[in-house]
């Protein structure tokens, strides 16, 4: 992989929506950044508008979702708009916030995807060296593993256990993340889930604002409400995982290949890379 030009948007962009987890509405508003500003967050709904980095070293929780945090200050559910910045091959970018998560939108990257685009993506001076890993990395907890191979570009393999009587046992997904892969065959999967979990994680506080306007529902039947691909979960586990690596704030030049993982492991991952 080549070093890769830097690139922010030529006019601010906005969306709006509700939490997913907190079910609050939740205002953002997309600006353009200098070269090497890398991805900021800033929560315009608390005092002095506190900023957060896009980084792996701000990664303070990772059930059910990425939340950063600096100091006391938090913001959760960050891993779709990343996913679609990374998608598009946006590297500099201001986010102004209200609210502490950011909106489920369709429960997909798309919408932040078309936002994007609407407000044009435009080459800045400067590019970032890619990171590829020396050697093969891996982390794991229990059956759970994701594996960094070295390669020329970025690919990414999920490989999820289902055990499902309908859906199967196990759905796969791979995309070579080239030029409009992200956006035509991973950007419209959306945020899945199994009906019977929906109560108990809602007693935790999680998943107050899921619907079926925002997620994928699974029941003993199958899909309850339409999928937008057949293996829709696997594919929305590439977003994310391309979501929580932008966290390293460069290009990846690797094979990732998740078993049964999430955003826990994708974020140990992330750290094993930067300490080489």
Same mark, same amino acid.
């Given at each position: 992989m080549t070093p890769v030009r830097q690139r922010t948007i030529r006019r601010p962009a906005s969306a709006a929506g509700i939490g997913i987890h907190s079910g609050e509405p939740v205002e953002i508003t997309c600006l353009p950044a200098p070269p090497g500003a890398g991805i900021l967050f800033c929560r315009l709904d608390l005092p002095a508008a506190p900023e957060i980095r896009a980084s792996v070293d701000a990664v303070v929780d990772t059930h059910r979702g990425v939340t950063l945090g600096r100091g006391g200050v938090r913001l959760r559910t960050v891993e779709h708009l990343?996913?679609?910045?990374?998608?598009?091959? *946006?590297?500099?970018?201001? *986010?102004?916030?209200?609210?502490?998560?950011?909106?489920?939108?369709? &429960?997909?990257?798309?919408?932040?995807?078309?936002?994007?685009? %609407?407000?044009?993506?435009?080459?800045?001076?400067?590019?970032?060296?890619?990171?590829?890993?020396?050697?093969p990395i891996s982390v794991g907890e229990g059956a759970a593993t994701v594996l960094a191979l070295p390669a020329d570009d970025l690919r990414l393999t999920?490989?999820?256990?289902?055990?499902?009587?309908?859906? &199967?046992? *196990?759905?796969?997904?791979?995309?070579?993340?080239?030029?409009?892969?992200?956006? %035509?065959?991973?950007?419209?999967? %959306?945020?899945?889930?199994?009906?019977?979990?929906?109560?108990?994680?809602?007693?935790? &506080?999680?998943?107050?604002?899921?619907?079926?306007?925002?997620?994928?529902?699974? &029941?003993?039947?199958?899909?309850?409400?339409?999928? %937008?691909?057949?293996?829709?979960?696997?594919r929305h586990k590439l977003l994310d995982l391309l979501g929580d690596l932008a966290l390293l704030g460069r290009p990846l030049a690797a094979h990732v290949i998740a078993v049964g993982a999430g955003h826990t492991l994708h974020a140990a991952l992330a750290r094993r890379i930067l300490r080489g």
């Open positions: 990343l996913a679609a910045l990374a998608g598009v091959g *946006v590297t500099n970018l201001r *986010v102004e916030i209200r609210g502490g998560e950011l909106p489920a939108l369709d &429960g997909s990257a798309a919408p932040y995807c078309a936002m994007l685009e %609407r407000a044009g993506i435009e080459e800045q001076d400067g590019f970032l060296e890619p990171l590829r890993p020396a050697a999920y490989i999820v256990p289902l055990h499902h009587p309908v859906l &199967g046992a *196990v759905q796969v997904a791979h995309a070579a993340l080239t030029e409009g892969v992200f956006e %035509r065959e991973i950007a419209p999967a %959306r945020t899945w889930g199994f009906a019977a979990d929906v109560e108990k994680l809602r007693g935790q &506080g999680l998943a107050v604002g899921a619907s079926p306007d925002n997620a994928l529902g699974l &029941g003993p039947e199958g899909y309850l409400n339409p999928p %937008r691909m057949a293996d829709e979960p696997a």
